[in-house]
């Protein structure tokens, strides 16, 4: 054979070969592979769902010249210069950002990453100079608001669902241990002493007919022993608790809340009747709640306090109200005196009349705070963007406001989500769906809906109601969409206005798009082997015949043996098992605190009184996994 | 392959230079070497064993591990987090004239389908969640825009780029996600095959070794149905040298890490072994294991 004809067809070989390897390398890829990465993280931009900024964490740096936001659903952290109000740096982050923490000299930054879709939690080291993640410190699930002790050694980050705080030896970067509180710690704040850790944990952990005694709990943590020293209970009904500071002096711990009513019938809204919205004081050194206070007004309200703040001097707290897009402005030092005064100020609507004042904000969803000397920094988890305050009084405020990037018209989905948390929706602004469904999950109260013959029942989740109908306990709300189902119904019983499509419809969207946060059971995002034997005696037993893959809900009435003293049926909608994990109390009275006494309960599952204590440990791993 | 196309054109230009007997053993191995490359061209680039997605930051955010047929088709890939976590394992089946690709999560819950099928110009796709609802907001289509650049468009209009980056030897080695104007946002890096992957026959399952090194495996498997699953490493003279799994698995989705020191492999001596994971009896995936001290 001619060589020269033996090399052509070798090339010619080679370039069919390399031809048929790239096509065959491509199709694994495009369009399959990173699309879907990028569409299921959220991080395709296109038109229909562009990319939000949604800043949820400010923290100033120590020489008071720049900001740093956290843009959750961005996935980034942005550096803003405040001579300029200008972005002058933007740094990714391997996850959403949730919180933020600086060391003392500026040149390290914690930045708290977690997700719903990606909740294992992890704490971004990050040099405050070059904007690089240095190193990356595994905490817990959907881990959130790190704090830095004083002297710097030890970073605390609360872990959302964990119901613990991950305790962090910022020196070596690792964690040395965890310290466990109530449920759902999603706040903290420590002393200028760093003798106490001061954490809020967002919901009560009790049953739902303990209604002498249901609320929120703040504990305070001892550094020193890394042990909870004291529990302090809010007023009956208290629950979201998102944001935690601590006085100059070190003595007292003000912390945002809300108090449900939720003893009796919810068919008005005017002072405070279903909501209220307030903010607890609490004796450190004590261990106790010196007084909690009412931060609306009688004919108004200022609906979900979120962030808090004091300004520079000590003079003022600023409290913002994300449903009502508000910041409440009060006399630090007369508040502290009237506090201490001895008369629970928890209802009582005129105790801080004349020491504090409300402004309306431009920013929308009002939810980060941050001051520098007299100016309060607020960010709009909605609007992306950012308002300047200054404050010299009660009354004289100058504003200033900067967009943080493109204005982008929110989509379906994404005005949904604002509509939820809009108390501006509201008659006199008292509260929003939020309120009694914070994140869309139940707020574990009993309540006495706006319906005839109502009595009370436990709120349900709202994730995949749109696709489990009924959503209410006894079926008075046969699905979530439609002119009689929940949405609509909601807006008018709940919100006391007038159901229009404008603000519905994308409700509608919001709602019905809503995705699970995958469980904390899970070990690697895997079923752990003791789920995996669960699994097994789910169906044994016949769990899976009223609470059928893959929503674990037949959508049918059936009487799960729950005693109600209030109502006569006895048959009641299957709720879904997802997330089952985090919708305490359960049964829909909610008289019952954990999935075992639920599963033990006789005529909720006859096969479970048969079966060993393996057997239930192992079930209900596998349901808290789900 | 340039430097190789070279030394074959010199062994060429020697060949003729030392009479006919140099010339017939120079066409001899002319044609081996392009056997052997063409092989290797093909064999490498058509199979990736994992892909790491970094973000412009160089953050690692995901990986992705790949399976493949008894004739070498990639049916399936599976997504971890960059700690492991293991997110969901995607399926390929035929759906008209594209494909449908469904993705479950560790309970074998439907967490999406993509659906691809050629297209006027280039390749539509949708991805759609378990309740059917568009995840994109309206279909995508990926256009060849030029020699390894791709355009990911909505209604016409731009909203990424893909660029490919091939290695020498024709292997697959880079994907860039670009946004419309051109800039990075994210990279992908390729590994391909670690060795020869030789399924027999259909398989109750799919595997994927994640890796296989220092006397170390970790491996990702879903099965149909229950089976048994058996890891074994062999000699390169084809001697077993370890049986690291054997055992019987539930239907689903498995991942594990073992490790021959746990199993003898403290007897053997350093160098390479094959790994083989069968389900059934029958071959899954298999893959070179260097066992370093």
């Given at each position: 054979?001619?060589?020269?004809?033996?090399?052509?067809?070798?090339?010619?070989?080679?370039?069919i070969?390399?031809?048929?390897?790239?096509?065959?390398?491509?199709?694994?890829?495009?369009?399959?592979?990173?699309?879907?990465?990028?569409?299921?993280?959220?991080?395709?931009?296109?038109?229909?769902?562009?990319?939000?900024?949604?800043?949820?964490a400010?923290i100033?740096?120590?020489?008071?010249?720049?900001?740093?936001?956290?843009?959750?659903?961005?996935?980034?952290?942005?550096?803003?210069?405040?001579?300029?109000?200008?972005i002058?740096?933007?740094?990714?982050?391997?996850?959403?950002?949730?919180?933020?923490?600086?060391?003392?000299?500026?040149?390290?930054?914690?930045?708290?990453?977690?997700?719903?879709?990606?909740?294992?939690?992890m704490?971004?080291?990050?040099?405050?100079?070059?904007?690089?993640?240095?190193?990356?410190?595994?905490?817990?699930?959907?881990?959130?608001?790190?704090?830095?002790?004083?002297?710097?050694?030890?970073?605390?980050?609360?872990?959302?669902?964990?119901?613990?705080?991950?305790?962090?030896?910022?020196?070596?970067?690792?964690?040395?241990?965890?310290?466990h509180?109530?449920?759902?710690?999603?706040?903290?704040?420590?002393?200028?002493?760093?003798?106490?850790?001061?954490?809020?944990?967002?919901?009560?952990?009790?049953?739902a007919?303990?209604?002498?005694?249901?609320?929120?709990?703040?504990?305070?943590?001892?550094?020193?022993?890394?042990?909870?020293?004291?529990?302090?209970?809010?007023p009956?009904?208290?629950?979201?608790?998102?944001?935690?500071?601590?006085?100059?002096d070190?003595?007292?711990?003000?912390?945002?809340?809300?108090?449900?009513?939720?003893t009796?019938?919810?068919?008005?809204?005017?002072?405070?009747?279903?909501h209220?919205?307030?903010?607890?004081?609490?004796d450190?050194?004590n261990?106790?709640?010196?007084?909690?206070?009412?931060?609306?007004?009688?004919?108004?309200?200022?609906?979900?306090?979120?962030?808090?703040?004091?300004t520079?001097?000590g003079?003022?707290?600023?409290?913002?109200?994300?449903?009502?897009?508000?910041?409440?402005?009060?006399?630090?030092?007369?508040l502290?005196?009237?506090?201490?005064?001895?008369?629970?100020?928890?209802?009582?609507?005129?105790?801080?009349?004349?020491?504090?004042?409300?402004?309306d904000?431009?920013?929308?969803?009002?939810?980060?705070?941050?001051?520098?000397?007299?100016?309060?920094?607020?960010?709009?988890?909605?609007?992306?963007?950012?308002?300047?305050?200054?404050i010299?009084?009660?009354?004289?405020?100058?504003?200033?406001?900067?967009?943080?990037?493109?204005?982008?018209?929110?989509?379906?989905?994404?005005?949904?989500?604002?509509?939820?948390?809009?108390?501006?929706?509201?008659?006199?602004?008292?509260q929003?769906c939020?309120?009694?469904?914070?994140?869309?999950?139940?707020?574990?109260?009993?309540?006495?809906?706006?319906?005839?013959?109502?009595?009370?029942k436990?709120?349900?989740?709202?994730?995949?109601?749109?696709?489990?109908?009924?959503?209410?306990?006894?079926?008075?709300?046969?699905?979530a969409?439609?002119?009689?189902?929940?949405?609509r119904?909601?807006?008018q019983?709940?919100l006391?206005?007038q159901?229009?499509?404008?603000?519905?419809?994308?409700?509608?969207?919001?709602?019905?798009?809503?995705?699970?946060?995958?469980?904390?059971?899970?070990?690697?995002?895997?079923?752990?082997?003791?789920?995996?034997?669960?699994?097994?005696?789910f169906?044994?037993?016949?769990?899976?015949?009223?609470?059928?893959?893959?929503?674990?809900?037949?959508?049918?009435?059936?009487?799960?043996?729950?005693?109600?003293?209030?109502?006569?049926?006895?048959?009641?909608?299957?709720?879904?098992?997802?997330?089952?994990?985090?919708?305490s109390?359960?049964g829909?009275l909610?008289?019952?605190?954990?999935?075992?006494?639920?599963?033990?309960?006789?005529?909720?599952?006859?096969?479970a009184?048969?079966?060993?204590?393996?057997?239930?440990?192992?079930?209900?791993?596998?349901?808290s996994?789900? | 392959m340039?430097?190789?196309?070279?030394?074959?054109?010199?062994?060429?230009?020697?060949?003729?230079q030392?009479?006919?007997?140099m010339?017939?053993?120079?066409?001899?191995?002319?044609?081996?070497?392009?056997?052997?490359?063409?092989?290797?061209?093909?064999?490498?680039?058509?199979?990736?064993?994992?892909?790491?997605?970094?973000?412009?930051?160089?953050?690692?955010?995901?990986?992705?591990?790949?399976?493949?047929?008894?004739?070498?088709?990639?049916?399936?890939?599976?997504?971890?987090?960059?700690?492991?976590?293991?997110?969901?394992?995607?399926?390929?089946?035929?759906?008209?004239?594209?494909?449908?690709?469904?993705?479950?999560?560790?309970?074998n819950?439907?967490?999406?389908?993509?659906?691809?099928?050629?297209?006027?110009?280039?390749?539509?796709?949708?991805?759609?969640?378990?309740?059917?609802?568009?995840?994109?907001?309206?279909a995508?289509?990926?256009?060849?825009?030029?020699?390894?650049?791709?355009?990911?468009?909505?209604?016409?209009?731009?909203?990424?780029?893909?660029?490919?980056?091939?290695?020498?030897?024709?292997?697959?080695?880079?994907?860039?996600?670009?946004?419309?104007?051109?800039?990075?946002?994210?990279?992908?890096?390729?590994?391909?095959t670690?060795?020869?992957?030789?399924p027999?026959?259909?398989?109750?399952?799919?595997?994927?070794?994640?890796?296989?090194?220092?006397g170390?495996?970790?491996?990702v498997?879903?099965?149909?149905?229950?089976?048994?699953?058996?890891?074994?490493?062999?000699?390169?003279?084809?001697?077993?040298?370890?049986?690291?799994?054997?055992?019987?698995?539930?239907?689903?989705?498995?991942?594990?890490?073992?490790?021959?020191?746990?199993?003898?492999?403290?007897?053997?001596?350093?160098?390479?072994?094959?790994?083989?994971?069968?389900?059934?009896?029958?071959?899954?995936?298999?893959?070179?294991?260097?066992?370093e001290?």
């Amino acid at each position: 054979m001619n060589p020269k004809y033996l090399l052509t067809v070798f090339l010619l070989l080679m370039c069919i070969s390399l031809s048929n390897a790239q096509t065959n390398a491509i199709q694994i890829v495009p369009p399959g592979l990173l699309p879907e990465i990028l569409a299921v993280n959220r991080d395709l931009e296109t038109a229909q769902n562009p990319k939000y900024l949604s800043p949820t964490a400010l923290i100033v740096s120590p020489d008071k010249q720049s900001i740093f936001i956290a843009e959750q659903t961005a996935k980034q952290v942005v550096q803003l210069t405040c001579a300029t109000n200008a972005i002058t740096r933007t740094m990714l982050m391997p996850n959403e950002p949730t919180g933020l923490a600086i060391s003392k000299d500026g040149a390290t930054l914690y930045v708290t990453c977690a997700s719903d879709r990606w909740p294992a939690g992890m704490v971004c080291v990050v040099d405050a100079a070059t904007g690089k993640v240095q190193k990356r410190i595994p905490v817990g699930h959907m881990a959130r608001s790190p704090v830095l002790s004083p002297d710097g050694k030890t970073l605390y980050v609360c872990n959302w669902f964990n119901s613990d705080v991950s305790v962090i030896d910022a020196v070596a970067g690792t964690e040395t241990g965890r310290i466990h509180v109530t449920r759902e710690p999603y706040a903290s704040a420590i002393t200028p002493d760093g003798a106490t850790l001061v954490v809020t944990n967002s919901l009560p952990d009790q049953k739902a007919t303990d209604t002498a005694g249901i609320a929120c709990k703040i504990a305070l943590i001892n550094t020193a022993t890394k042990t909870v020293r004291a529990s302090v209970p809010l007023p009956v009904g208290s629950h979201s608790l998102f944001s935690v500071c601590i006085t100059p002096d070190g003595k007292f711990a003000l912390a945002t809340h809300l108090i449900g009513r939720f003893t009796i019938p919810a068919t008005t809204l005017s002072g405070g009747w279903i909501h209220s919205n307030n903010m607890a004081i609490v004796d450190i050194a004590n261990g106790n709640l010196a007084n909690d206070v009412e931060l609306d007004n009688t004919n108004q309200g200022f609906a979900n306090p979120w962030s808090i703040g004091i300004t520079g001097d000590g003079k003022y707290v600023g409290v913002l109200h994300a449903g009502s897009n508000t910041m409440t402005v009060i006399d630090l030092p007369q508040l502290l005196v009237k506090a201490q005064a001895g008369k629970d100020l928890s209802h009582d609507f005129t105790a801080i009349y004349g020491i504090k004042t409300a402004i309306d904000l431009t920013t929308k969803g009002s939810r980060a705070l941050a001051m520098i000397d007299n100016k309060a920094y607020v960010a709009g988890y909605f609007s992306d963007s950012l308002e300047v305050v200054t404050i010299t009084g009660l009354t004289g405020f100058t504003y200033a406001q900067c967009a943080l990037g493109p204005n982008k018209p929110m989509n379906g989905e994404r005005q949904g989500e604002f509509n939820f948390t809009d108390a501006t929706l509201c008659f006199q602004k008292w509260q929003s769906c939020f309120s009694c469904h914070p994140f869309t999950r139940p707020d574990a109260l009993n309540w006495i809906l706006n319906t005839p013959n109502s009595t009370p029942k436990n709120v349900k989740s709202m994730l995949y109601s749109w696709w489990t109908p009924p959503t209410s306990w006894a079926g008075k709300r046969p699905a979530a969409g439609g002119i009689d189902g929940s949405i609509r119904s909601g807006i008018q019983a709940e919100l006391f206005l007038q159901p229009n499509e404008v603000i519905a419809a994308p409700l509608d969207t919001f709602l019905m798009r809503l995705k699970p946060v995958t469980s904390p059971h899970l070990v690697k995002g895997e079923l752990s082997a003791s789920a995996v034997r669960g699994k097994a005696v789910f169906a044994t037993i016949g769990c899976n015949q009223c609470h059928p893959a893959p929503l674990y809900t037949d959508k049918s009435f059936h009487n799960a043996g729950v005693v109600d003293p209030f109502d006569a049926n006895t048959q009641w909608d299957t709720p879904s098992l997802i997330e089952a994990w985090r919708t305490s109390p359960y049964g829909h009275l909610g008289s019952y605190e954990n999935i075992a006494d639920m599963i033990q309960l006789r005529a909720h599952s006859l096969g479970a009184a048969q079966l060993s204590a393996q057997d239930l440990s192992d079930l209900i791993e596998f349901v808290s996994s789900l | 392959m340039t430097i190789a196309v070279k030394k074959m054109r010199n062994r060429y230009m020697q060949s003729t230079q030392h009479g006919a007997s140099m010339k017939r053993a120079a066409k001899i191995r002319m044609i081996t070497a392009a056997i052997v490359m063409t092989w290797f061209a093909i064999g490498q680039a058509a199979r990736i064993d994992r892909i790491d997605i970094y973000d412009k930051a160089d953050n690692h955010l995901l990986f992705a591990t790949f399976a493949y047929d008894s004739t070498g088709a990639n049916i399936g890939r599976s997504v971890f987090t960059s700690d492991s976590t293991f997110l969901r394992t995607t399926t390929f089946q035929p759906s008209g004239t594209g494909v449908k690709e469904t993705s479950v999560d560790f309970n074998n819950s439907l967490v999406f389908a993509t659906t691809t099928a050629p297209s006027a110009g280039g390749t539509a796709f949708s991805t759609v969640d378990q309740f059917g609802m568009d995840q994109f907001g309206g279909a995508m289509t990926a256009t060849q825009s030029s020699a390894n650049n791709y355009d990911i468009s909505q209604n016409t209009t731009v909203v990424c780029k893909e660029q490919y980056q091939f290695g020498a030897d024709g292997t697959l080695n880079r994907i860039n996600i670009l946004d419309k104007s051109g800039s990075l946002t994210y990279y992908a890096l390729v590994t391909p095959t670690t060795g020869a992957l030789s399924p027999v026959g259909a398989t109750p399952g799919r595997a994927s070794l994640i890796s296989a090194n220092r006397g170390r495996v970790n491996a990702v498997f879903s099965l149909v149905h229950s089976g048994r699953v058996c890891v074994e490493a062999f000699t390169l003279t084809g001697r077993r040298a370890a049986v690291l799994v054997d055992k019987m698995f539930e239907g689903g989705n498995h991942a594990f890490a073992v490790s021959v020191f746990g199993q003898g492999g403290s007897r053997f001596p350093n160098g390479a072994y094959v790994v083989r994971l069968t389900i059934d009896g029958v071959t899954a995936v298999s893959g070179k294991m260097l066992l370093e001290r």
